[in-house]
């Protein structure tokens, strides 16, 4: 099978690659580029712990496969600090305790994020419409859905 | 993954030639939240996949009294699109936030969702609700068919060898109407229907009579179908408890469900009386509810 060039832009820096067809950007996230904070779980979409943004848009990264990514921009869990600093939805999970075995906190983080991107105070039923797609295995919801809340409180203040 | 050779043409004429030349084992790849599930876990074999991704236009909504919804728009984009939260279309926009998570509804389209063909296909109620036609291209020429009749059996379509769906095309929705989608899951979300109903009533110029009916059922039969005999029983009447309940009772004996993983055929055709019940009631509250906004 051939392979195709490609150059995939994470977190702001552009990376030419050879890849075969087949493989997924959570794939070529962890295993070429070395960012592991994508984690790799149900691979049918179901989990949504491989959750990352292309285009400021949340995608399961396990069925996306990286020859469409070409020209578009990949956020992950690695690039959300900016200059040392935590995101504030970082910032509120740690706060928060909404952390417990972690395997689900990427991309939690990154669908709250792309939430309040789009919509900077959201209601209790878009909060959950938003995340839905993320599975917490240790069952963690109330203290994320704290943490989600807290940093939407956090963003209204400073603003 | 199993290999295969990636084609992204860059206009539909080459999407049908490499659709043609790459015979038997070539796949369309719309947002492949399926069919890449489907070859990973060796349910689908395909040596060539051709994405529609950048095919031009296919990702379009356009407005023409009806509508027209290209066949790569993207559930999000229905989810998103405002101006569909409104009478008759309000079921399609309700279909989508309940199918899945938010990240498969980015990727996965409406024409994915029709031509994967599962007798659950949570986009379907709602467009047969809608009276949707379905816009097929071919080398040899192009033709329309209606939603109803492209749907022959579960993953399968009317589809022939070469062609490709472009676009959905819904009617003018009909005003004095409204329409609701209800879904029962084990969980509220990244979950297939274990029982779907879309349900739109359209109310005569007196804002109380039903001039037309819709029921459409997802997941109860081997195709979504419409419990047409059950819409007749509600049209020509007054909205009142005992119309509905005789024709969410007509629903069930169209309904043909099975046993599966998700639930009994028994329990499902409880849930086909229950959501028709329900969801046509609630159809024409929102119809009543529209009409008196918008004089008629």
């Not at chain 2, 399926?34 to 994405?51: F, K, P, R, W, Y």
């Not at chain 2, 819904?170 to 084990?186: A, C, E």
Request: glycine share 8%; aromatic share 4%; with cysteine.
């Amino acid at each position: 099978m051939s392979y195709v060039s490609i150059i995939l832009s994470v977190n702001g820096e552009a990376y030419p690659l050879e890849i075969e067809p087949h493989r997924t950007l959570l794939e070529v996230l962890r295993e070429e580029l070395a960012l592991t904070g994508t984690k790799t779980n149900c691979l049918r979409g179901e989990c949504g712990a491989c959750t990352v943004l292309i285009d400021s848009q949340t995608f399961n990264a396990c069925l996306y496969l990286a020859v469409r990514a070409h020209g578009k921009q990949v956020t992950t869990i690695e690039g959300l600090s900016q200059a040392g600093s935590l995101h504030p939805v970082q910032e509120a999970f740690i706060r928060e305790d909404a952390v417990q075995c972690g395997y689900c906190t990427p991309g939690m983080i990154l669908s709250a994020k792309a939430l309040l991107d789009h919509n900077p105070s959201p209601g209790d039923e878009e909060i959950l419409r938003a995340m839905a797609g993320n599975l917490c295995r240790c069952t963690g919801y109330a203290n994320i859905r704290r943490a989600i809340r807290a940093a939407i409180e956090g963003l209204e203040r400073q603003s | 993954m199993i290999r295969f050779e990636y084609h992204a043409p860059h206009s539909l004429d080459e999407a049908m030639d490499l659709l043609v030349h790459s015979g038997d084992g070539a796949r369309l790849l719309a947002g492949g939240t399926a069919l890449l599930v489907d070859m990973n876990e060796g349910i689908t074999q395909a040596e060539h996949l051709i994405s529609l991704s950048e095919v031009p236009d296919l990702n379009q909504v356009r407005q023409n009294g009806g509508w027209k919804i290209g066949a790569m728009v993207t559930l999000s984009t229905i989810e998103d699109r405002a101006e569909f939260l409104n009478g008759a279309m309000t079921a399609l926009v309700e279909a989508t936030r309940v199918l899945a998570g938010r990240q498969i509804r980015n990727l996965g389209t409406l024409g994915g969702n029709i031509c994967h063909a599962s007798p659950g296909a949570d986009m379907v109620p709602p467009l047969l609700c809608l009276d949707a036609e379905l816009h097929l291209v071919s080398p040899d020429g192009e033709r329309f068919i209606e939603l109803k009749e492209f749907l022959v059996g579960p993953d399968q379509t009317a589809i022939r060898a070469g062609e490709i769906l472009t676009e959905v095309r819904i009617p003018r929705p009909p005003p004095r109407s409204g329409s609701t989608f209800l879904k029962v899951m084990r969980r509220q979300a990244l979950d297939c229907s274990i029982v779907s109903v879309g349900a739109m009533v359209t109310l005569a110029k007196d804002h109380e009579t039903c001039a037309a009916a819709r029921i459409a059922i997802g997941a109860a039969a081997p195709v979504p179908f419409r419990a047409e005999e059950a819409e007749s029983l509600l049209v020509g009447q007054p909205c009142d408890e005992a119309i509905v309940q005789a024709a969410a009772e007509r629903a069930v004996s169209a309904a043909q469900p099975i046993t599966d993983v998700r639930a009994s055929a028994e329990y499902r055709r409880l849930l086909v009386k229950g959501l028709v019940g329900r969801a046509v009631s609630q159809a024409w509250r929102r119809a009543k509810a529209q009409s008196e906004e918008v004089p008629a």
